[in-house]
């Protein structure tokens, strides 16, 4: 099948790569901050310029160190988005001029095999000239003058794009979604399933999604809150034959929010709950050598908030310490903590060693069905009446409460409209026996259901 042609964009820390990745997917996906090395992790968007579409790949700044360190392995991730791409762009400050590490940066392309297109950043004004001159030095056909936050040299982007995009049939793709975009068109068929991945700092989300896709996708390593974006990995799940497609968006870990006091931590943590909205299923992964805490389910009632399906995943369970009893104790915790939702599933898995991964899988297929099950309205009234014969509503002041007809309202996640008079007076109480009935008789077992309630019009209250 044709595709669209892969542009990556390379260049030391700070010198605006996010900035222009931002300004050609057309949204602010990537964090961009005045520090250096806020991206880490390989982030890629369907770009637009002037007319051309390609794949545009925001890569770590480029540092010179060990490839153990944090650091080193943000270099090799880099290295693997230029050996992939059909071109780069090698992307230089122009009010700082060519510093040493452009210079190493500028010998390890030539060395390779991808075409580069030299952009020089930052270039208005007389102090960006200067740099454009210098950045002739570094051995690379004419620099683009560009300032990527304000959309000066575009056209000259686009002349040197357009013989590298054009040699490719561009695919019929989809638009990358905004992770802020979280309203969903029910009527629209199910496509691939958004399954994020959230928890706090050093559960193994980025290890977890490196083993389910079977590659070192996203930077992993011992040092707690490595990932700042939250980065989509598009992924091919095979079920014994059937191909499924699944969206993957490993996120952030969210601390307390009174531990959180850094400013990037904070964008981290929004745009780890941006994609919480954006998802269909989230899986909640937990440390399994430090059992539930309290911010778990603080984070695990976040989601139900917003109406998602949740799955709570127990990792490293492979070195865990009485797994039968830490299992069941938190099982017990999940039931007490999130009563508001019964039977959310829990499972134990292991991203080391992908123990667990496939019926982690098949069950978010699972629970995002019933996420997005509808029930017909004879059904659905003939248990209505059932569940009020059985236990009517309460009569507060000696004034009955009647409650006459329910409808599913929407889908993703289930809602539904309770009709009848004096539903103001009903208790929280009544609501959860009908929410619990439809979980029971209806089949919405662990996802959150939303129920309203309407007055009839009664035309002679007047």
Known sequence: MPRSATIAIVGRPNVGKSTLFNRLVGKRLALVDDQPGVTRDRREGDGKLLGLEFRIVDTAGFEDYDAATLPGRMRVQTEKAVREADAALFMIDGRAGVTPLDEEIARWLRSEDTPIILVVNKAEGKQGENGL????????????????????????????????????????????????????????????????????????????????????????????????????????WDDGG????IQLFDTAG??????????????????????????????????????????????????LQEGRALIVA???????????????????????????????????????TGKGIDTLVRVAFEQRAIWTNRVSTARLNRWFEGAVDANPPPAPGGKRIK?????QARTRPPTFVVFGTRTDALPGSYERYLVNGMRKELGFQGVPVRLNFRNSRNPYDE
Not at 320 to 346: H, I, M, Y
Request: cysteine-free; overall charge negative.
């Open 133 to 236: 001159m210098e950045s002739y030095s570094l051995g690379f056909d004419n620099p683009i003058a560009l300032s990527a936050e304000h959309g000066e040299g575009v056209v000259d982007l686009f002349d040197a794009l357009r013989p590298i995009v054009e040699g490719y049939d561009a695919v019929d793709a989809e638009a990358l979604p905004s992770l802020a975009e979280g309203e969903d068109d029910e009527d629209a068929p199910l496509g691939p399933m958004k399954l994020a991945i959230v928890g706090r700092p050093n559960a193994g989300k980025s290890t977890l999604i490196n083993r389910m896709i079977g590659e070192d996708r996203l930077i992993t390593g011992p040092e707690a809150g490595i990932t700042r974006d939250s980065i989509r990995v598009d992924w091919q």
């Open 242 to 245: 059937e191909v499924h497609e």
């Open 254 to 303: 969210m601390r307390k929010r009174a531990k959180v006091q850094d400013k990037l931590e904070k964008l981290s943590v929004a745009d780890a709950l941006h994609a919480v909205d954006f998802a269909e299923v989230v899986v909640l992964l937990l440390d399994a050598t430090k059992g539930l805490e309290a911010q778990d389910l603080r984070i695990a009632d976040r989601v």
């Open 314 to 352: 127990l990792n490293k369970w492979d070195v865990a310490e009485n797994p039968s009893s830490l299992f069941n104790g938190v099982r017990g915790a999940l039931d007490d903590g999130l009563s508001q939702v019964k039977g959310v599933p829990v499972l134990s898995i292991s991203g080391a």
């Open 403 to 407: 409650l006459r007809y329910i409808t």
